[in-house]
């Protein structure tokens, strides 16, 4: 069975959008320090690929890449993807109940329920959509990094859409070492999208890769609350090595596993 890696990719959205680059703004990780990772936590990592081949030379165990990107600052991705509508229709209900007290209330137009319809209107809040080149084709309300809707003016103080990987290119892919490719899946933590690659260990060495990654930025147009898409690249790299299956008792090849002597029997009594 195929051995699963599992790269993270952490972006600080807001200084990557301020400084339009990913230089800096991003901290990468792997499950493979103990096997010989190097720059974890940095944006310069090298991941280990132990490769592995049989005594008659053939490849032994393949290993998959698996690129899990999310957002510094901004909400979890441990929360479910339906975390925002969930919001949003809390939102609404709690201003729809409020809209009902009013009306019955104050059945007039008086100075104190245009007040009031005007904190109602905020408490609903405001909904950004995204651009035809963006990869958010849903229309959300906006949320602050505690979850909650935001109910003022939302540019700088609003969470970030995590980042979406959009491809990998590179060294590592002409060289046909790395095999990726984008995977629907069930999960709701990924969104039902991720980035996998198969890998080739039979070929040692140093191969580097990029990562194309596609970030989102609030904007206002006429009135309107829009996720423009700021497309970013960040680049790292595998290294590759390979060393022969051994078998766990006797530290040589797969062969068959050594047989213990019988114990010893004695006569009942």
Same mark, same amino acid.
């Given at each position: ?95 729809? &109940? !409020? ?6 209330? @104050? ?5 104190? +329920? %245009?007040? =009031?319809? $005007? /904190? ?60 990726? &490719? !984008? ?6 933590? @990924? ?5 996998? +690659? %198969?890998? =080739?260990? $039979? /070929? ?66």
């Amino acid at each position: 069975m195929a051995q699963q890696l599992a790269i993270i990719v952490l972006v600080d959205i807001a200084n990557a959008l301020a400084d339009r680059s990913l230089e800096g703004n991003v901290y990468l990780f792997d499950n493979m320090k103990f096997m010989g990772s190097v720059g974890e936590g940095t944006g310069n990592l090298v991941t280990a690929i132990r490769g592995s081949y049989w005594s008659d030379g053939s490849q032994g165990t393949e290993q998959v890449l698996n690129w899990l990107p999310n957002a510094l600052g901004s909400i979890p991705a441990t929360v479910p993807r339906n975390y925002r509508a969930i919001r949003a229709q809390a939102s609404d209900r709690q201003a729809l &109940a !409020e809209l009902e007290a009013l009306i019955s209330a @104050s059945p007039d137009s008086s100075t104190t +329920a %245009t007040a =009031d319809l $005007s /904190r109602i209107r905020q408490a609903v809040g405001r909904r950004a959509t995204g651009t035809p080149a963006s990869r958010i084709n849903t229309r959300h309300k906006i949320l602050d990094v505690t979850g909650n809707v935001v109910t003022g003016d939302p540019i700088g103080v609003h969470a970030y859409p995590d980042p979406i990987i959009t491809d990998i290119t590179g060294q590592a892919v002409d060289e046909k070492i790395i095999y990726p &490719a !984008e995977y629907g899946s069930p999960d709701m933590v @990924s969104d039902g999208w991720y980035w996998s +690659a %198969t890998v =080739d260990t $039979s /070929r040692p060495g140093d191969y580097a890769y990029t990562m194309h990654i596609q970030l989102h930025e609030l904007a206002e147009h006429n009135g309107e609350h829009v996720w423009e898409p700021v497309d970013l690249t960040c680049a790292s790299s595998l290294h590759v090595t390979t060393d022969p299956k051994r078998n766990a008792y006797t530290k040589a090849g797969l062969g068959l596993l050594p047989i213990p002597p019988a114990p010893l029997s004695y006569p009942l009594s």
